[in-house]
């Protein structure tokens, strides 16, 4: 037993950073799906678009802390009330600056007619390895050859979006 490469493995079993989180699946009035650009430090060359979001602080709520993530990373400013409920919950595993993380998360759908996106809120770990932002149709998520997270962000879309549901343009 010991810590390799940065994570507490004993045997053969790798033990993760438990987390929860909350996120953010931000559209405007034109079907478009608000990501960030973002790398891992401890691997620059993965790169990959993410939703906004981020880690629960202790105690918090997830409406409590989408709302709180969504004013620092974009400005925009709801109350928990305005989010309503998740619109869909996962567990993804994964690593971030070398540590491995097991994290519970839920997804809460917000809809703005047009949203200049502010990012003067970012912490300095997202200040580090945030390098852009961009509204994504989600159409074009699919042909993109890009990476995102979610992994099934459009199948996620298309549950929770009635246009992209119904096949209409976005």
């Known amino acids: 037993m010991g810590v390799v490469g940065g994570v507490w493995q004993a045997g053969a079993v790798t033990v993760y950073t438990p987390r929860r989180a909350a996120r953010v699946l931000l559209v405007d009035a034109a079907g ?12 620059p060359e993965h790169r990959y678009w993410f939703t906004p979001g981020g880690g629960l602080d202790p105690g918090e709520s997830p409406a409590v802390g989408a709302a709180r993530e969504l004013v620092e990373e974009t ?16 567990t993804i595993e994964f690593t971030f600056d070398g540590v491995w993380y097991r994290q519970e998360q839920e997804f809460f759908l917000v809809r703005v007619p047009t949203w200049e996106v502010d990012t003067t ?30 992994v099934d962000l459009p199948a996620v879309l298309a549950r929770v979006l009635p246009e992209v549901a119904g096949g209409a343009p976005c």
């Open 32 to 43: 478009r799906v608000l990501l960030f650009a973002g790398f891992d430090p401890a691997r």
């Open 75 to 90: 400005g925009l400013r709801l109350t928990p009330e305005q989010l309503g409920e998740p619109v869909w919950r996962d």
């Open 121 to 150: 809120g970012f912490s300095d770990v997202e200040r580090a390895s945030v390098d852009g932002h961009r509204w994504w149709p989600v159409d074009e998520l699919l042909g993109a050859g890009e990476r995102y997270y979610p």
